[in-house]
C-alpha cells in the first residue's frame, strides 16, 4: 500500500485530505525495530529500543495476553531507571535495571503488565545483550515471566537513533502572539545556528556540511517517527510543508489520522549524495521502507530556524526515479 502513495510524482496540496483518509488503513501488525541514543551514558546500554507483538506472538491461554498486541517502547535511561510504554496507551511500566558488557538485569519492575519485582524481596530478571550492527539480541538467563518473555525476546531489535526534539505544538501552529517555543518548528539542535546552511557548521566544506546534517535530520526522523508522537516527526518539517498540510483540510484531524499511520515501521536513510541548490535549499535521494515496502523517492531539504528541515512530506512527493550509482554534490 505505501508504494501506492510513493511511486506518484507529486501530491497536489488539497490532496493532504486524500493522504488523512488512507492514513487508517496502515498495518498494524509489523517486524520490530529499535533506535539508540547516542549521548554518553553511565550505563553500557542505553536507548529506547521499540518492539512489535502480534497476536500469533501471544499464546491464546495467556491470562491477559491481548494486552501485550502492540507497539512497544522500551527505554533504557543512563542513571538506570528505565519506562516500558505501549504506542496506543503510554507508559505502563517502570524501574531500575543495571546493565553490565554482556548482561541486563531489571532489578525493580512496577507496572501493570509483567510480573513484579521488588529490588528487597525478589531476585532480577536478568537476560544476556549481544549487539551486532545494528541489532541487538536479548536472552533470557534468569526469567520465569512469560510476559516479559514476550515482550523481550520474541525477535531481535534493529537500531536506529533516538529522537531529541521537543514537539510541535499542533493546536494552532499559525497563531499570532503563541509563545516563541511553541510558534516554531523544534531543531534538532540544542540552539539556532547563526547564519546560512553551508556556514553553520564546524568547518567543514558545503557539500559535507550539509550532508552531515541532512544524515543526522534522517536518523532524527527514524527515531521520531518510532515515538508515535506526530508533533516530534512534524517538528522536524519546514513551515512550508505544515502549510500544505493545514491547506489541506484541519490540522488536528490530519495529527489524528497520521498517530494511527505511525504505528507502521518507517525507515528512512540517504543513498545519493546531497545536491546543494543554493545555500539553504537541498535535495537527495532517500530510501523510503515503509510497512516493509521500499522504494527511492526524491526529498527537499531546507535550512530554516537555524538547522536543516524536511522540506518534503514523505507521502506528498516528489517521488523521483530510481537514483543512479553517483548523484555529485551540486555546489
Not at 527514524?222 to 505544515?242: K, Q, Y
Not at 498517530?259 to 546543494?276: A, P
Not at 506528498?316 to 555546489?331: C, D, K, Q, Y
Request: with cysteine.
Amino acid at each position: 500500500m505505501a508504494g501506492k502513495y510513493l511511486a506518484r510524482a507529486r501530491w497536489a496540496k488539497s490532496g493532504a485530505i486524500a493522504v488523512v483518509a488512507v492514513l487508517t488503513t496502515a498495518l498494524f501488525t509489523l517486524p520490530a525495530f529499535a533506535f539508540f541514543q547516542s549521548a554518553p551514558a553511565d550505563q553500557p546500554l542505553t536507548g529506547v529500543f521499540t518492539v512489535t507483538i502480534s497476536k500469533e506472538d501471544v499464546p491464546s491461554s495467556l491470562p491477559g495476553g491481548p494486552a501485550l498486541i502492540g507497539l512497544w517502547n522500551l527505554t533504557l535511561n543512563g542513571d538506570g531507571t528505565y519506562s516500558l510504554a505501549r504506542q496506543d496507551v503510554g507508559q505502563v511500566v517502570t524501574g531500575k535495571f543495571e546493565a553490565g558488557p554482556a548482561t541486563l538485569s531489571f532489578d525493580e519492575w512496577n507496572g501493570i503488565v509483567g510480573c513484579t519485582i521488588t529490588s528487597d524481596n525478589d531476585e532480577p530478571a536478568t537476560y544476556a545483550w549481544r549487539k551486532a550492527e545494528d541489532t541487538l539480541t536479548l536472552t533470557p538467563i534468569a526469567d520465569s515471566c512469560t510476559e516479559r518473555l514476550i515482550l523481550l525476546t520474541t525477535r531481535t531489535l534493529g537500531g536506529f537513533e533516538a529522537c531529541s526534539v521537543a514537539p510541535r505544538s499542533l493546536t494552532d501552529p499559525f497563531a499570532p502572539g503563541a509563545p516563541a517555543e511553541e510558534d516554531q518548528l523544534a531543531a534538532p539542535t540544542a540552539e539556532p545556528i547563526q547564519g546560512t546552511g553551508v556556514a553553520a557548521q564546524e568547518g567543514l566544506d558545503e557539500g559535507a556540511d550539509a550532508q552531515e546534517a541532512i544524515d543526522n535530520l534522517l536518523r532524527q526522523a527514524n527515531g521520531c517517527w518510532a515515538t508515535g508522537d506526530p508533533g516530534r516527526f512534524l517538528a522536524l518539517h519546514s513551515d512550508e510543508v505544515i502549510q500544505e498540510i493545514a491547506f489541506g483540510g484541519p490540522l488536528e484531524t490530519f495529527v489524528r489520522e497520521l498517530r494511527l499511520f505511525m504505528s507502521t515501521t518507517l525507515s528512512m536513510k540517504r543513498i545519493g549524495d546531497v545536491n546543494l541548490t543554493d545555500p539553504d535549499h537541498a535535495w537527495a535521494y532517500v530510501e523510503i521502507a515503509l510497512g516493509g515496502e521500499t522504494q527511492p523517492q526524491r526529498i527537499d531539504f531546507v535550512f530554516e530556524n537555524g538547522t536543516w528541515l524536511f522540506d518534503t512530506f514523505f507521502l506528498f512527493g516528489p517521488s523521483g526515479p530510481t537514483p543512479p550509482a553517483e548523484v555529485g554534490i551540486a555546489p
